[in-house]
């Protein structure tokens, strides 16, 4: 029996789906009864299956999403919040991301702005896009370090260079001149070479007052606003209306 070698040998290739198949093959009865050539039809596929999903936790991982499990499948349609249902499906297609679009969702507290990027997050991931989550107001502290330790130009690549950047929590604080021009610089540079993804509590329409200084702010809301693609939100907290369905449900 060369079951044993075999498993060595493909592991040590690191044909770990191979493998697998390979094991699972041996111990069905009616596995004898295949050609060679559907062996390895059943082997290349369990493989490549494999390592696509490697490479789908890979981007999971490096995204760094604040809700690693929101996905498409489990979106609420039915919650009271202004969704367009048929908006946030073309969304989960990633053409927008093809095409270098941005996104801007907004809405109160608690309507799920967070959640649902991250499930578009999770759905561009599965398509083979690069991206990476950042919080405004902690982006701005790293920022701010890495000026002063040396890292900037590394943690400014990592911006620039993925393919869907998200800008969650945006406001309410008025930017500062440094905040002004980083931003300013990551957004120019990702300016229909990228996708931007921008959540905030604030309308858009405050953006400007937001941002502080005219200049800067026509600059950055001209490369943002003027392509984007926009969810806005609306009603109560989710968190409060599932809370509200916990309280009202019977006890058993």
Known sequence: MLTHPTLDRLKALRLDGMAEAFAE????DGAAGLTHAEWLGLLADREA??????????????????HVGACPEDVDYRARRGLDKALFQSLLTGKWIADKRSLII??????GKTWLGCALAQAACR????????RMPRLFEELEMAHGDGRFPRLFRSLTK???LILDDWGPDRLTAPQRRDLMEIIEERYER?????????????WHDLIGEPTFADAILDRIVH?????????QSMRKTIAEKDDVTPQT
């Not at 931007?196 to 309308?203: F, G, K, R």
């Open 25 to 28: 093959l041996q111990a069905q």
């Open 49 to 66: 299956a494999s390592r696509e999903t490697k490479r789908f936790d890979a981007r999971m991982r490096a995204a760094r999403l604040r």
């Open 227 to 235: 392509n984007a693609y926009r969810l806005q939100l609306e009603g």
């Open 162 to 164: 993925t393919q869907l």
């Open 106 to 111: 907004t809405g109160p507290c608690g309507v």
């Open 194 to 206: 990228g996708s931007t993804m921008v959540t905030s509590q604030l309308p858009v329409s405050a």
């Open 127 to 134: 398509d083979g896009t690069t991206v990476l989550y950042k």
